[in-house]
């Protein structure tokens, strides 16, 4: 069979069915109850039947007819070479606010792709804002009960989202919000707010338009612009205040009264800057209901610091030495300095120097430590006391790769800074262990290595 569609297996999960039918890498998936699949939509939907039927070319030609018994919903264990079977969407838009055109020229090409996939919403939690979207795709969502599908909104004023995104039919691609409401999908919204554009009057508008496809549209988070200073020829854009960031919160904290008492969701949510520049105090964890938008810096601190409290209200304490160090971005500052005096009070003996870093690279308005560079760690470390190692959150580099943004690799941070540099996973008990000297003793005995990224 030729199939106009083959996808490369790149690697087996063990002890999946694929392994016990003895598939390996490089063999190819023609089809599955001989229909080709169009993309990883058609092959997640086609293998849940406890029953299928599987077409399979290996490296050397042949082909494989494999009929399988499963489990409904169980996963064959195949990793495929292209995770979407098909060709990523990019971006189409050019939105005022997009950090991808606030970046320098020179750096790894992969981190100047735009994407706006509404699969890798479904896989992978990305957000999208529908304008690439065709009406077989809104269909294939719905026939699938694919969800939840997240939603860049911004705004539902339809002539402010098309001056926003830079594209004269985002306005109109509001109306699929409808469809996958009617269809009953759940979704989730992301609002990024822009001083003197989306604000105000307009966020109370799209608050309430919003809100009314409750309970399908489950969550809207309401986060800030980034501001690079790589800004020029951009769209002009001011930063926040204190008291803008005031005024926001005061929106949000009512609508989300006014919605809890009818809906018992707090269904809008703002991004744990906000709180931050406020200088207001983090909500309880009630208030997120179950942190759906922890992915959007929405309850990160406030989950943080109830895992560590957790954490630490288990142990007695004790008299064990270590001196280390620590590096965060501006906004986790506080945060830690607050975590590391009360493991101080147990474990008076562990010397820990904290170092906020601030973002030379895309400008100090960047606060967070997933934007941060291994030239900005080694400038600003450089010569300062770091201990016997250097604890560094895992947002800081890529994903499954020990390399940061500017392309500066794990190792080459050691060697520059002359200290063990350990990786930390970004939970309030991961914190209090590395802190401790727990976490990696345990990682080295059990994984043979190094680094846990």
Known sequence: MTAKKQHKIKSIRPGSIAEELELEAGDTLLCINGMELEDIFDYHFLIEDTKIEMLI????????????????????????????????????????????????????????????????????????TLTNMKEKDIEKIIRYRLAPINISVHTTNPELRCKMLQNRF?????????????????????????????????????????????????????????????????????????????????????????????YKTHFIYAADEWYLLADCPIPEADCYDGYLQYENGVGMIRLFQDEFSEEIKKRKGDKRIRKISIATGVLAYSCLQQAVLEIQKKYPQIEVFLYAIKNHFFGEQITVAGLLTGTDLIKQLSGKELGSELLLPDVMLKAEEAIFLDDITLEELESALQVKVNIVKSSGQDFFRSVIGEVFEQIRTREGGRYEL
């Open 57 to 128: 070319q290996k490296e050397n030609g042949e082909e494989w007819e494999l009929e399988i018994e499963k489990d409904y919903d169980e996963d064959l264990g195949i990793i495929f070479e292209n995770g979407l079977l098909d060709k990523y969407k990019s971006c189409q838009n050019k939105c005022i606010f997009c950090f991808i055109d606030q970046m320098p020229k020179g750096m790894r090409e992969t981190l100047y792709f735009k994407d706006d996939d509404s699969r890798l919403s479904f896989l992978q939690g990305n957000y999208i």
């Open 170 to 262: 985002a306005g109109e691609k509001l109306k699929l919000i409808d469809q996958l409401y009617q269809a009953e999908i759940l979704m989730n919204g992301q609002i990024v707010l822009c001083k003197g554009v989306n604000d105000k009057a307009e966020l109370e508008r799209t608050i309430s338009d919003l809100s009314k496809y409750l309970p399908y549209m489950q969550s809207v988070s309401v986060v800030p612009v980034g501001l690079s200073k790589f800004r020029e020829g951009l769209y002009p854009l001011e930063s926040f205040t204190k008291e803008d960031a005031l005024e926001v919160l005061e929106t949000i904290h009512r609508w989300q009264n006014q919605l809890y008492s009818k």
